[in-house]
């Protein structure tokens, strides 16, 4: 039997099997299963994945990849600091005056720029490269 299989079963009479490889189990899911420092909404993610996605091929591979960068930009950015500078970076393309709030503020230009920066480092230590 896997290992893995083992720390998911819930009869009693394994409880002395289990018992040995508790560790072990806690010890895989703390490796495997680190949240992000900041918590997104599950929307927010999928958004960001499938638009990610949509900017890298549309290959499955790319789901993973721009998964792990979502969770990289969630350990440094909280999520309404991500909302905003987001925003921000989306938006400063917009022509006229109507983009000039996006676009000519030194905060939201700012703003763009660490996004855009983190985004970067984001997406190639999880190995998409553009």
């Known amino acids: 039997m896997k290992l893995q299989y083992l720390c998911h079963l819930r009869f009693s009479f394994l409880l002395p099997v289990l018992f040995g ?37 549309g290959k499955l591979a790319a789901m993973y990849q721009c998964s792990c960068a979502i969770d990289r930009i969630a350990d440094t950015l909280t999520y309404d600091d991500f909302v905003e500078a987001s925003t921000f970076a989306k938006y400063a393309t917009l022509p006229g005056q109507a983009g000039s709030i996006f676009r000519d503020s030194d905060r939201g230009r700012q703003l763009a720029k660490s996004l855009r920066q983190l985004e970067a480092d984001s997406l190639r230590s999880c190995g998409i490269t553009s």
């Open 21 to 57: 490889f508790t560790a072990t189990c806690v010890a895989d899911d703390a490796v495997h299963t680190a949240a992000p420092a900041h918590d997104y909404p599950t929307v927010a993610r999928v958004e960001y994945v499938n638009e990610c996605i949509g900017k890298n091929g």
